[in-house]
């Protein structure tokens, strides 16, 4: 029988158009009055338990929570950054519940012994399961909590929310992080910011925890283990975000027009999200170099491989510019944009975000009329000293107690439940 989709069913009992936005409100709600008929329900059962039980109900927990640990990954790309994370609790034997909306996430294929899985579906109907979920501590890279479909759940002690790129904490959409307990944070740099929202919002101030990066951690033991690169030939990694201002779609051959023709490997690498998004560009890109041996493309789930093939990368605002810098420390060109900060947090924030700071002391920065000497620039990016001196800066801010995160996640997870629970 096919999961119940609450939402499908409504439309099937009211068959009218609904805007999107309206409808994820109208969903909002519908969670919210089923929430607290829930756990009415649940408390007029336990107290009956009670009366029959001469006043003693056995639970799991001291809190009566279903589970201890939560995990929570809304994709199968997730399962890098959480991995450490994961063996901390299974070297400790302690039990993890893992919850994925992805039914091919690579924890279904590892060998835990106190790790609970469980595949949670996409969209709503997770966030059905998450609303409803009983547990003393939820860690999640999801956010906006209590923003939109996502709920807090009356049955969860604590939420928790890690960072998955060690750029600005105010790159997310309005509200994104307004409402966590904590936030674990990739340098401390990124709390800064979060104390002046709580102040301009008239929030109560979060736990801010620094520890590190765990998905760096991760790929820098898997980047040891790889082939040696193969140094007879310079190779160029283009890997951009996605979206209207990104940089294959507002420039495209442009840039690429004088790569293809050079002496450079190519290794074009295009965000996951503009296989969905973007489908007609990415297609219409791969066929006019279809015949370009030079010219590879990379679709894998994990970008390690292309990262450590590259001499130089070329992007935009995407966060994997210092995912290069910090494990490969070698030299990245940016193409400038305007970054629209309407939509996010940023906006809210009158200083410029330190991520572009950033990148303009260890990047070059490369505009349209530049294309045409693409490769007058590449040879001269090589081997610079300040650029050099700029990317071990901004790598010892954003990337602090490295391969100490998932041990020091662990860690507050742990204590933050016992100081819960006493």
Same mark, same amino acid.
């Given at each position: ?7 499908r069913?409504?439309?099937?009992l ?8 309206i ?5 909002s ?5 089923l ?7 649940q ?7 009670? +009366?029959?039980?001469?006043g003693?109900? &056995?639970? #799991?927990?001291k809190?009566? /929570?279903k589970? %201890? @640990?939560?995990i ?23 039990? +993890? ?5 992805s &039914?091919? #996430?690579?924890?279904?294929? /590892?060998?835990? %012994? @106190? ?5 949670i579906?996409?969209g709503?109907?997770a ?9 003393d501590?939820v860690?999640?890279?999801t956010?906006?909590l ?12 604590? @939420? ?9 904490a ?5 509200f ?38 765990s998905?760096?951690d ?9 082939p ?5 030939v ?7 975000s996605?979206?209207a ?16 023709s ?7 690498r295009?965000?996951?999200?503009s ?12 066929n ?9 493309w990379?679709?894998e789930?994990e ?10 990368m ?11 810098m910090?494990l ?11 970054y ?6 940023a906006?809210?924030i009158?200083?410029?975000?330190w ?11 490369l ?6 000497k693409?490769?007058?620039?590449i ?24 391969g100490?995160?998932g ?11 016992r100081?819960?629970?006493?």
């Amino acid at each position: 029988m096919p999961a119940f989709d609450l939402r499908r069913s409504f439309m099937t009992l009211f068959p009218l158009y609904i805007d999107p936005g309206i409808g994820s409100m109208l969903f909002s709600v519908i969670i919210g009055l089923l929430a607290t008929v829930f756990f009415a329900f649940q408390a007029i059962f336990i107290n009956v338990k009670r +009366l029959f039980k001469g006043g003693m109900v &056995k639970t #799991d927990a001291k809190s009566g /929570a279903k589970n %201890k @640990y939560v995990i929570y990954a809304e994709d199968k790309r997730y399962y890098t950054l959480f991995k450490p994370i994961i063996e901390e609790f299974e070297s400790h034997k302690i039990e +993890l519940l893992y919850l994925t909306s992805s &039914k091919d #996430d690579p924890v279904f294929d /590892a060998d835990y %012994k @106190y790790i609970k899985t469980e595949f949670i579906g996409e969209g709503n109907r997770a966030f059905a399961r998450l609303n409803f979920l009983s547990a003393d501590f939820v860690l999640a890279t999801t956010p906006a909590l209590d923003v939109y479909q996502w709920k807090r759940s009356k049955r969860v002690k604590h @939420y928790s929310h890690i960072f998955h790129a060690t750029t600005d904490a105010t790159t997310y959409r309005l509200f994104g992080l307004d409402y966590f307990d904590s936030i674990l944070l990739t340098g401390e740099y990124q709390g800064n910011d979060i104390r002046i929202l709580e102040k301009m919002r008239g929030l109560p101030e979060k736990q801010l925890v620094t520890v590190g990066c765990s998905y760096l951690d991760e790929y820098a033991k898997k980047i040891k283990l790889l082939p040696a690169k193969d140094t007879s030939v310079f190779t160029v990694l283009v890997s951009p975000s996605w979206g209207a201002s990104a940089l294959l779609s507002l420039y495209g051959e442009k840039l690429l027009d004088p790569l293809a023709s050079s002496n450079f490997k190519i290794i074009i690498r295009p965000h996951p999200q503009s296989k969905t998004s973007e489908k007609e560009m990415l297609e219409y890109i791969q066929n006019r170099y279809k015949e370009h041996k030079n010219i590879e493309w990379d679709f894998e789930r994990e970008n390690i491989s292309s990262l450590s093939k590259a001499d130089i990368m070329i992007s935009d605002f995407s966060g994997i510019i210092f995912d290069y810098m910090f494990l490969c420390d070698k030299p990245v060109l940016y193409v400038n944009h305007d970054y629209d900060r309407r939509p996010y947090d940023a906006d809210d924030i009158d200083h410029e975000l330190w991520q572009f700071i950033s990148i303009k002391k260890a990047g070059i920065e490369l505009e349209e009329k530049d294309f045409p000497k693409i490769v007058q620039i590449i040879n001269n990016a090589k081997g610079s000293e300040s650029l050099s001196i700029a990317r071990k800066n901004a790598r010892e801010t954003a990337w602090q107690y490295p391969g100490e995160a998932g041990k020091r996640t662990f860690n507050f997870m742990i204590e933050t439940v016992r100081r819960h629970n006493d």
